[in-house]
């Protein structure tokens, strides 16, 4: 069945093609012919599902794509009811339409792109289970219970009641380990859909993962891409948010969402029992040691949380103050002293800037090359058209953007990102050709597809300047490029070249592991190697080897160890896939059988 909402006085033509192509999409799919299905699609064509079908994470492509999906899945899904939103549009020879869905147990969205009558891209998402709606809206609760009541429980009374039986009387469905933002938006969201959740984190307080990093440091991406799920910042919220604002944001938001925060709790182990289909993991809370048996465990405890350290002959030789970058206190106490700071990405040239406005001498080493791209030619050219106060303005939602985000399939995505470096380059060359003039090694990415495919791809390799490039074009931050490490002295740094430069302090900016290291760690080496790397989709460029996966390894969807799931990424994928994460655990903790489709083998354990 076939329906437009909301109908409208005449239906435009780009809407009717798109209305054609669902009711015969829709046919096919509920006779579960694939070959049918299959044919609706171009011979290049993509369709990325968000949990809808596959209970994963996941893009098939080509035709005989679409027919092992519909194959595997279209006889349980039962999808109908898809129904074009609003009107479709069309463009360059594409038609766009947004539509609704329904599938056997929930309810979806998604974007389709028709090259001419066939379908280019698919994105289906999954967005809530039928009867399990989150208490939004019409269906929040009262709040009061209005008459009278003996021995009446108060709000405070149920919620000091709650947080004392939770995890010691009761066991919670779900722990989250590591509350930072992202543990506090998937907790938020699993709040919502009343699954019993507890958020253990090692620090004091909520948001202390970002006051505890240097003091200069503000978020690098701008508000509008950094919205928590379901309460968006004020709208005199700064552009970009300083550190400690948006750890006092996240302190708010785990108070007004009522989340179960354990904080100064860390975990310390974790196992998983086959047969009872349970963790055991060990936390200690503010040094008393706790117990927890939750079904499922989630790990989001940051993807820049194991610290690469180097290991370099003559380091315990050292007579100054050496540590990696996550360790950086900040400049204060390094006022005229020498100061280097080995690595020349994001970290790298924040810690510099920030050691230089405090008056420290300061030389970065950069051992191979970085994407630098300014904050204003991203924010304008990469991310105005769906992050900004002129996409708001045009009618781009946030939860738009983030779906017009998702509609781009791995395997095509750098196409649309060359054409945007290719013009910062040229909008920006004058600053790049200072750069290299002072000897920084630059780059755009293996096929210039600059920062977003660089961050998706390995996470690292690149520096959103703010200023400090600058610093290094003019020579106020001293650079050596070119060049590696060979050996520490007590008060020097020597060389591949040979050159010793002389140390007061030295910043290890080397970077972070995998977050399957957090396996290792917690669980076991073994477990970790069964899940195998986190991040990067096998693009087969530098840092992220092939074979291609399609999507990113093990985040937000299941892994190869039952019961383990990973959470994470910036605020933006936080916020979006956090969603598709909640509607997953939630899914089990209902016992809705959710079969998955798609999970491929494990390429790489690290
Ligand atoms: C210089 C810099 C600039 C950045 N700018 C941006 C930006 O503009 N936008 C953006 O989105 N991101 C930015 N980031 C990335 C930022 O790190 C992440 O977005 C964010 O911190 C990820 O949140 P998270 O919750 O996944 O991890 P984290 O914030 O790292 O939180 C992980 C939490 O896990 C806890 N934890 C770890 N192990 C345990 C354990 N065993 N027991 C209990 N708790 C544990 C830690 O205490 C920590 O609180 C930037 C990072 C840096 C370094």
């Not at 054609?20 to 699609?41: I, M, N």
């Not at 599902?49 to 209970?55: E, H, I, K, Y």
């Not at 540590?323 to 390094?334: C, L, N, R, V």
Request: aromatic share 10%; charged share 25%.
């Amino acid at each position: 069945m076939i329906e437009t909402s909301p109908a409208p006085q005449t239906v435009s033509e780009p809407t009717q093609r798109a209305a054609g192509w669902f009711a015969r999409f829709e046919d096919a799919l509920g006779r579960a012919d694939a070959p049918a299905v299959a044919a609706l699609f171009a011979v290049d064509c993509y369709w990325r599902d968000l949990v809808a079908f596959t209970w994963n994470i996941a893009t098939v492509e080509g035709r005989d794509g679409v027919a092992d999906l519909v194959q595997a899945t279209a006889a349980r899904v039962k999808a109908s009811h898809f129904a074009v939103d609003g009107e479709a549009t069309a463009a360059d020879g594409i038609t766009e339409a947004w539509f609704t869905f329904e599938t056997a147990v929930g309810r979806g969205k998604g974007l389709l792109r028709l090259k001419g009558e066939l379908a280019w891209t698919l994105l289906t998402t999954l967005y809530e289970l039928k009867g399990f709606e989150e208490k939004a809206g019409g269906l929040r609760d009262k709040g009061a219970e209005h008459g009278v009541v003996k021995e009446r429980a108060s709000w405070l009374d149920r919620k000091q009641r709650d947080e004392a039986e939770l995890g010691y009387t009761k066991q919670p469905y779900a722990v989250i380990i590591g509350g930072g933002q992202g543990g506090i938006g998937l907790g938020a969201r699993l709040k919502r859909l009343g699954v019993p959740t507890i958020i253990v984190d090692k620090h004091p307080r909520p948001g202390d993962a970002w006051r505890t990093r240097y003091k200069s440091l503000c978020l690098h991406d701008p508000v509008w891409y950094d919205h928590l799920p379901y309460i968006p910042f004020p709208d005199h919220w700064p552009v970009f948010s300083p550190k400690d604002k948006i750890g006092d944001w996240l302190e708010s938001y785990v108070k007004v969402m009522e989340l179960n925060y354990w904080s100064s709790t860390e975990a310390k182990s974790a196992s998983y029992d086959e047969g009872k289909k349970e963790w055991t993991v060990v936390v200690e809370r503010a040094g008393e040691r706790v117990t927890l048996h939750p079904k499922q465990l989630i790990f989001a405890t940051g993807m820049s949380a194991i610290p690469n350290e180097p290991s370099y002959p003559g380091m315990e030789t050292f007579a100054g103050v050496q540590h990696h970058s996550s360790k950086h206190p900040g400049g204060d106490a390094f006022r005229g002293k020498k100061a280097v700071v080995i690595g020349s990405n994001n970290s790298a040239h924040d810690i510099c800037a920030d050691l230089w406005e405090h008056g420290a001498d300061v030389t970065m080493v950069q051992r191979s090359s970085t994407h630098i791209v300014k904050s204003e030619s991203l924010m304008e050219l990469a991310l105005g058209g769906l992050y900004s106060e002129e996409a708001v303005k045009n009618g781009v939602t946030t939860e738009k953007a983030d779906l017009i985000f998702a509609s781009l399939p791995y395997r095509i995505m750098h196409e649309f990102q060359i054409p945007v470096y290719a013009q910062i380059a040229e909008r920006d060359a004058d600053f790049y050709a200072r750069l290299e003039k002072a000897g920084f090694l630059l780059d755009w990415g293996d096929d210039n597809s600059g920062l977003f495919m660089k961050y998706l791809r390995r996470g690292s390799g690149y520096y959103i300047d703010v200023g400090a490039s600058e610093l290094v074009a003019n020579g106020d931050i001293k650079l050596k490029s070119g060049v590696s490490v060979t050996e520490i002295k007590p008060h020097a740094v020597v060389l591949s070249d040979g050159t010793e430069l002389p140390a007061d302090l030295i910043v290890y900016a080397t970077g972070y592991g995998s977050m399957n290291g957090w396996a290792a760690k917690l669980i076991s080496q073994e477990v970790a190697d069964k899940v195998g790397k986190c991040w990067g989709f096998g693009s087969g460029t530098t840092k992220d080897p092939g074979p291609f996966e399609g999507e990113l390894r093990n985040m937000w969807k299941p892994t190869k160890q039952e019961a383990l799931w990973f959470h994470g990424g910036n605020l933006h994928q936080s916020r979006h896939y956090s969603l598709y994460l909640a509607l997953q655990l939630k899914a089990r903790m209902e016992g809705i059988a959710t079969p998955v489709f798609g999970q491929g083998e494990v390429h790489h354990t690290s």
